[in-house]
């Protein structure tokens, strides 16, 4: 009897030494898959974010940079920044970088892009929410694969988090991960935390480039009211209530204006405008894969966007954004981004002829979802080795 126990005891401990290393392995697999970018001919340099605050210097959020310039252009122009991966848990704002990197050319201006602006949270997924770790997207020659990401910070960098979040430097009281959110510690500071200090980082960017124009690409929940929007600093408000018109009138769906609000402090739309000389944007498309209400939370959600389960929260009158049969695909939130970057671009050349941003090659709303966002991702195996990168 006492052998059968000690056997049993000796068999339970090898199954537990087993699943946590199997565990552990996957844990570090996903933590470590490398996402390869082929850099298009558009881009004239790749940065990192430690060049203009070296605090942050050999971190994991020291992220790539990647400029888009045009030597020959007879117009200097303006200058722009896009930030996809605030949120990682939101891919349509990283695959839309993903496109405009690997695809697009200026004419006039500079168009800075960041892929994934807090790599971190690219490494982890949230706790307790059964996300998959990675998802792959169909292209002609086979598959990408991304990861899937977080909205905070990967704790394994930034730990622990406070008992309350008190935002630098308006001394307002946040939820205490929200120390790790990179949408609520903008503009940053220099001795602050990792994620304090990314943002700290790309605020100096801003400022020493003499950016225009940042755009924040993001994904929200249906359940969220502000959605299927474009979220303006006061400096930006004709910008954005022109884009939209435009969106409406010459694409193929329909985006509106929300204002920032004063009261919520750090926010890259809030922070930036009050912090630094650019116009700050931020763009939401629906995401159901991030809605309290949803079902199964899978690879097959996450692209396609069909839940039953939110659906029937729709029918309740409780989501802001409609959802019917044919869900919100990858390609429809992807599509979206590209179009609205391209109109807001459009506006702003027309509003600031002296500072003009030119951007083409960048495909619009109706080309994405007739040919799917892996069209415009290029082969790895087939490009030169200095043109790939990897986030």
């Known amino acids: 009897m006492k052998d059968a126990i000690q056997l049993r005891k000796l068999i339970l401990t090898a199954g537990f030494i087993l699943l946590f290393l199997l565990s552990g392995l996957d844990f570090y697999h996903s933590r470590h898959l490398k996402e390869p970018v082929v850099v298009g ?64 050319k200026v004419t006039a201006g500079r168009v800075f892009v960041i892929l994934t602006a807090n790599p971190s949270a690219s490494t982890a997924t949230r706790l307790g929410g059964a996300y998959p770790p990675d998802y792959t997207i169909e292209t002609p020659w086979g598959e990408r694969k991304f990861r899937q990401g977080d909205r905070w910070s990967n704790p ?44 700290y ?21 249906l359940q969220y009211p502000v959605i299927s929007t474009i979220v303006a600093h006061p400096k930006g408000e004709d910008l954005a209530a022109l884009a939209s018109m435009m969106i409406s009138a010459e694409e193929d769906f329909d985006i509106g204006v929300e204002y ?28 159901p894969f991030l809605d309290a209400t949803r079902g199964r939370t899978d690879r097959e959600l996450l692209l396609t966007g069909k839940d039953d389960f939110v659906m029937k929260a729709g029918k309740h ?16 939130r992807v599509g979206r981004h590209l179009s609205s970057l391209i109109q807001i671009f459009r506006v702003w050349t ?5 500072r003009q941003i030119k951007i083409e090659n960048v ?27 990897y986030e």
């Open 41 to 104: 001919e558009g881009i004239a340099e790749v940065k990192r974010l430690s060049d203009y605050f070296p605090g942050i210097k050999g971190s994991i959020n020291d992220a790539q940079v990647y400029l888009l310039r045009n030597d020959q252009a007879e117009v200097e122009g303006g200058s722009a920044l896009i930030l996809g991966g605030s949120h990682a848990e939101e891919p349509a704002g990283r695959l839309a970088t993903w496109v405009i990197v690997e695809n697009a």
């Open 260 to 287: 920032s609000p004063e009261a919520l402090r750090g926010l890259s739309h809030r922070e930036i405008g009050d912090h630094t000389p650019a116009i700050p944007l931020l763009l939401e498309t629906p995401e």
């Open 156 to 199: 394994l960098d930034q730990w622990p988090d406070p008992e309350v979040y008190i935002h630098y430097p308006s001394r307002q009281q946040l939820a205490y991960m929200d120390i790790r959110n990179q949408n609520r510690t903008w503009p940053g500071r220099r001795s602050g935390t990792m994620t304090e200090q990314t943002c």
């Open 363 to 389: 495909p619009h709303y109706s080309e994405v979802i007739a040919t799917g966002t892996g069209f415009y991702l290029k082969d790895p195996s087939k490009a030169p080795a200095e043109r790939i990168f």
């Open 317 to 332: 009158g409780l989501l802001f954004e409609k959802l019917d049969e044919s869900g919100w695909p990858i390609d429809v």
């Open 350 to 354: 027309e509003l600031y002829p002296e």
């Open 201 to 221: 980082a790309m605020t100096q960017m801003i400022i020493k480039e003499k950016i225009d124009l940042v755009i924040d690409l993001h994904e929200a929940e």
